[in-house]
């Protein structure tokens, strides 16, 4: 019970107390800088991993020698960690091609919600009135847009508001179960109490 | 976000005081309470079955398993089938021509014994405790991540309201409570997976990138000895649930359970598979969370669409409410029918025994709170837990029982008791070397109960004729 019990923890290599991620888009490339506080850190080494996205290449900047290793699905690399203390990193790439998602490093360091901060902000991102489809939750600010989810995700989705929004179209379609699901039931209900009430009349 | 969550909750909660108000007026006997008159329908009962499995466990537990493990952890499922068709030939169809209001009370009169039917209604009040600890941590974590607001709070409004809605109506307004529970999981569900496929960029990109995050997500994360472990804990659990064949009970005859059990599988299908497909997404999504019990709430908080995702929120939330407020009709049903109804005051007139129910209903919720806030374990595993224990004790004296004359009552008696200690000393003992010798306790626990069933019963006096009649008919 127990080893089942603990052996459910993700095997992190500290905590991620704070991540700040600035993307700027350049018409066909984007340009991205993060900063990463990790502390209490368990191993003595945090893996950093990239999704691949198809249709996209990706240069990394900075850091400039890591300890690379890339297959079809990501890109990872590896920093050493003073274990017990904390360490920050900081990480530049570029991403051009399709850039509807912009992949971001993902340390195997989980947040605390409580104590942790992280920021996404997008600069140059033009089609603001797609903004409520994209990923994470963003709000506009005056230099673009900013979002502070809670944990780090893998990658921002920035929607081109061309053709339809899924967001849209899911919730439209549960207003719409909801209604048939409700006229369904009325129907029903008043089918059955029209039958209990008819052989009454007729013993009456 | 929070302002549709909110609209979409309070809408839920008026509907679900609708029906529990409807259904107090139609209670009027402890059998209108405990099996709703023996009215419920194939499809409504088909739903109830599948509500009563998808607890916390699965929309909490299980897709937090597929988040951490990935893709192995699905063929539980296959344990979790297996036991509902053990239960559909081998259980249900002679539980429902025997027509009783409780478990125990197939126990009782089984084996001809009060006595043995008072002690698997302890054991169930002790077992189920276990398995509400779960549904109240599962409630913590979501409101913790949805809500921001304090555990405690969560379950405490969790307690209050299920209790409440338990109370009324008893087993008719949960099988429509329960009913509309089920179809706002299953819709919820479904609706989120291409929304999640969406968001991930395709079936291929999300696959390729679990691959290089960790390549067991997508094989073998658990070995075949620890899935069939799991596996057998799911089925023999399943096939003698109490709180499962109560709802049997509640059914218009033995052809309803039967379809009834066939349509829960098949939501049980589709929500497994949504399941494990969210699961694995939301970690495309969100690879380092620190606890694989957030996935399900962050992703319909943080990713899914504003109305998806209440929706999908409040089908977690009851289906919590849904599996407490079983729990709670069989372990209120325990305490109400089988010790106080038998024991305490066998005189007991009906109203007496439907409000000592309602009473017991209460304290039941209230005790497993002080235990769910100090988290012994992720919910999975809670469940899991609970699980063998139920196994344990009860699939010997159930499925053998109803299935072999031969059962006395010593003998169901020793197969209780002894199938549930040799799994809670195996689980301190030698669960611990599982990963060489590969043996479970609830292997221990079924073979224990199994060898004492057998063997005290060829030794100790065999149960009155007029008993066994009632479930095998005559020689």
Same mark, same amino acid.
């Given at each position: 019970?127990?080893?089942?019990?603990?052996?459910?923890?993700?095997?992190?290599?500290?905590?991620?107390?704070?991540?700040?991620?600035? &993307?700027?888009?350049?018409?066909?490339?984007?340009?991205?800088?993060?900063?990463?506080?990790?502390?209490?850190?368990?191993?003595?080494?945090?893996?950093?991993?990239?999704?691949?996205?198809?249709?996209?290449?990706?240069?990394?900047?900075?850091?400039?020698?890591?300890?690379?290793?890339?297959?079809?699905?990501?890109?990872?690399?590896?920093?050493?960690?003073?274990?017990?203390?904390?360490?920050?990193?900081?990480?530049?790439?570029?991403?051009?091609?399709?850039?509807?998602?912009?992949? &971001?490093?993902?340390?195997?360091?989980?947040?605390?919600?409580?104590?942790?901060?992280?920021?996404?902000?997008?600069?140059?991102?033009?089609?603001?009135?797609?903004?409520?489809?994209?990923?994470?939750?963003?709000?506009?600010?005056?230099?673009?847009?900013?979002?502070?989810?809670?944990?780090?995700?893998?990658?921002?989705? *920035?929607?081109?508001?061309?053709?339809?929004?899924?967001?849209?179209?899911?919730?439209?379609?549960?207003?719409?179960? &909801?209604? *048939?699901?409700?006229? *369904?039931?009325?129907?029903?209900?008043?089918?059955?109490?029209?039958?209990?009430?008819?052989?009454?009349?007729?013993?009456? | 976000?929070?302002?549709?969550?909110?609209?979409?909750?309070? @809408?839920?909660?008026?509907?679900?005081?609708?029906?529990?108000?409807?259904?107090?007026?139609?209670?009027?006997?402890?059998?209108?309470?405990?099996?709703?008159?023996?009215?419920?329908?194939?499809?409504?009962?088909?739903?109830?079955?599948?509500?009563?499995?998808?607890?916390?466990?699965?929309?909490?537990?299980?897709?937090?398993?597929?988040?951490?493990?990935?893709?192995?952890?699905?063929?539980?499922?296959?344990?979790?089938?297996?036991?509902?068709?053990?239960?559909?030939?081998?259980?249900?169809?002679?539980?429902?021509?025997?027509?009783?209001?409780?478990?125990?009370?197939?126990?009782?009169?089984?084996?001809?014994?009060?006595?043995?039917?008072?002690?698997?209604?302890?054991?169930?009040?002790?077992?189920?405790?276990?398995?509400?600890?779960?549904?109240?941590?599962?409630? =913590?974590?979501?409101?913790?991540?949805?809500?921001?607001?304090?555990?405690?709070?969560?379950?405490?409004?969790?307690?209050?309201?299920?209790?409440?809605?338990?109370?009324?109506?008893?087993?008719?307004?949960?099988?429509?409570?329960?009913?509309?529970?089920?179809?706002?999981?299953?819709?919820?569900?479904?609706?989120?997976?291409?929304?999640?496929?969406?968001?991930?960029?395709?079936? =291929?990109?999300?696959?390729?990138?679990?691959?290089?995050?960790?390549?067991?997500?997508?094989?073998?994360?658990?070995?075949?000895?620890?899935?069939?472990?799991?596996?057998?804990?799911?089925?023999?659990?399943?096939?003698?649930?109490?709180?499962?064949?109560?709802?049997?009970?509640?059914?218009?005859?033995?052809?309803?359970?039967?379809?009834?059990?066939?349509?829960?599988?098949?939501?049980?299908?589709?929500?497994?598979?949504?399941?494990?497909?969210?699961?694995?997404?939301?970690?495309?999504?969100?690879?380092?969370?620190?606890?694989?019990?957030?996935?399900?709430?962050?992703?319909?908080?943080?990713?899914?669409?504003?109305?998806?995702?209440?929706?999908?929120?409040?089908?977690?939330?009851?289906?919590?409410?849904?599996? @407490?407020?079983?729990?709670?009709?069989?372990?209120?049903?325990?305490?109400?029918?089988?010790?106080?109804?038998?024991?305490?005051?066998?005189?007991?007139?009906?109203?007496?025994?439907?409000?000592?129910?309602?009473?017991?209903?209460?304290?039941?919720?209230?005790?497993?709170?002080?235990?769910?806030?100090?988290?012994?374990?992720?919910?999975?595993?809670?469940?899991?837990?609970?699980?063998?224990?139920?196994?344990?004790?009860?699939?010997?004296?159930?499925?053998?029982?109803?299935?072999?004359?031969?059962?006395?009552?010593?003998?169901?008696?020793?197969?209780?008791?002894?199938?549930?200690?040799?799994?809670?000393?195996?689980?301190?003992?030698?669960?611990?070397?599982?990963?060489?010798?590969?043996?479970?306790?609830?292997?221990?626990?079924?073979?224990?109960?199994?060898?004492?069933?057998?063997?005290?019963?060829?030794?100790?006096?065999?149960?009155?004729?007029?008993?066994?009649?009632?479930?095998?008919?005559?020689?």
């Amino acid at each position: 019970m127990i080893a089942f019990a603990s052996g459910m923890l993700l095997a992190a290599a500290g905590q991620l107390d704070s991540a700040t991620i600035e &993307i700027d888009l350049t018409g066909e490339a984007a340009t991205v800088r993060a900063v990463y506080h990790i502390s209490s850190a368990r191993s003595d080494s945090v893996r950093f991993l990239l999704m691949r996205i198809a249709g996209q290449s990706v240069h990394l900047l900075r850091p400039a020698q890591p300890i690379l290793s890339s297959d079809d699905g990501a890109i990872a690399f590896t920093i050493p960690a003073p274990s017990g203390g904390s360490t920050t990193t900081e990480i530049e790439y570029s991403v051009s091609g399709d850039l509807v998602r912009i992949p &971001i490093f993902v340390p195997n360091a989980p947040t605390d919600p409580d104590r942790s901060s992280i920021e996404l902000r997008v600069r140059g991102y033009v089609h603001r009135d797609a903004v409520r489809d994209a990923f994470p939750r963003f709000s506009t600010v005056e230099d673009g847009i900013v979002s502070r989810p809670e944990n780090l995700p893998s990658f921002v989705l *920035l929607p081109t508001g061309s053709g339809l929004s899924t967001n849209r179209a899911a919730d439209a379609l549960v207003a719409f179960l &909801i209604l *048939l699901g409700t006229a *369904l039931w009325a129907r029903r209900y008043r089918r059955g109490r029209a039958q209990r009430q008819s052989p009454m009349r007729e013993t009456s | 976000m929070t302002g549709t969550l909110a609209a979409v909750l309070i @809408v839920y909660v008026f509907v679900v005081i609708g029906i529990a108000v409807w259904s107090a007026f139609q209670t009027k006997t402890e059998e209108d309470f405990i099996v709703a008159g023996r009215s419920i329908g194939p499809f409504v009962g088909g739903a109830v079955l599948a509500a009563t499995q998808i607890s916390a466990g699965t929309v909490v537990g299980t897709l937090g398993r597929h988040y951490f493990t990935g893709v192995s952890w699905w063929y539980i499922w296959f344990g979790v089938w297996a036991g509902w068709l053990t239960s559909a030939f081998f259980v249900a169809p002679k539980l429902r021509r025997f027509g009783a209001l409780t478990v125990p009370d197939y126990i009782a009169t089984r084996f001809g014994s009060e006595k043995v039917g008072a002690l698997a209604a302890i054991l169930i009040i002790v077992s189920y405790s276990i398995y509400l600890v779960a549904q109240f941590q599962a409630s =913590g974590e979501i409101a913790r991540a949805v809500l921001g607001i304090r555990p405690l709070t969560a379950m405490l409004v969790i307690v209050a309201s299920t209790s409440v809605y338990t109370m009324l109506g008893g087993v008719r307004s949960s099988s429509y409570i329960e009913l509309l529970q089920t179809l706002l999981i299953v819709f919820g569900l479904l609706i989120a997976v291409p929304v999640l496929l969406n968001h991930a960029g395709g079936f =291929g990109q999300a696959m390729r990138f679990l691959d290089s995050m960790d390549p067991r997500l997508l094989r073998w994360y658990y070995g075949p000895k620890e899935l069939i472990a799991f596996g057998v804990a799911f089925s023999l659990s399943i096939a003698a649930a109490p709180y499962e064949m109560t709802r049997y009970y509640s059914m218009r005859d033995e052809k309803t359970v039967k379809q009834a059990i066939a349509i829960a599988i098949g939501f049980q299908f589709i929500i497994g598979l949504s399941v494990l497909a969210i699961g694995l997404l939301t970690r495309v999504l969100f690879p380092n969370l620190a606890s694989p019990d957030q996935a399900s709430s962050i992703m319909a908080f943080e990713v899914l669409p504003p109305l998806v995702g209440a929706l999908l929120i409040v089908g977690m939330v009851s289906a919590i409410m849904s599996t @407490v407020n079983s729990i709670l009709l069989v372990t209120g049903a325990s305490v109400a029918h089988d010790l106080y109804g038998k024991f305490i005051r066998p005189d007991a007139s009906q109203a007496r025994l439907v409000g000592v129910n309602r009473i017991a209903i209460v304290v039941l919720a209230v005790v497993p709170v002080f235990f769910a806030l100090r988290e012994f374990g992720d919910v999975q595993t809670i469940v899991i837990e609970q699980a063998k224990f139920i196994a344990s004790f009860f699939f010997v004296p159930v499925v053998i029982g109803l299935n072999w004359r031969g059962g006395t009552a010593a003998g169901a008696t020793a197969g209780m008791v002894g199938g549930f200690f040799a799994c809670l000393v195996w689980e301190f003992t030698g669960q611990r070397g599982f990963a060489t010798h590969g043996i479970d306790a609830v292997e221990v626990g079924v073979v224990t109960s199994l060898i004492l069933f057998l063997a005290v019963s060829r030794y100790t006096r065999p149960v009155a004729e007029e008993n066994v009649r009632i479930f095998f008919g005559t020689n």
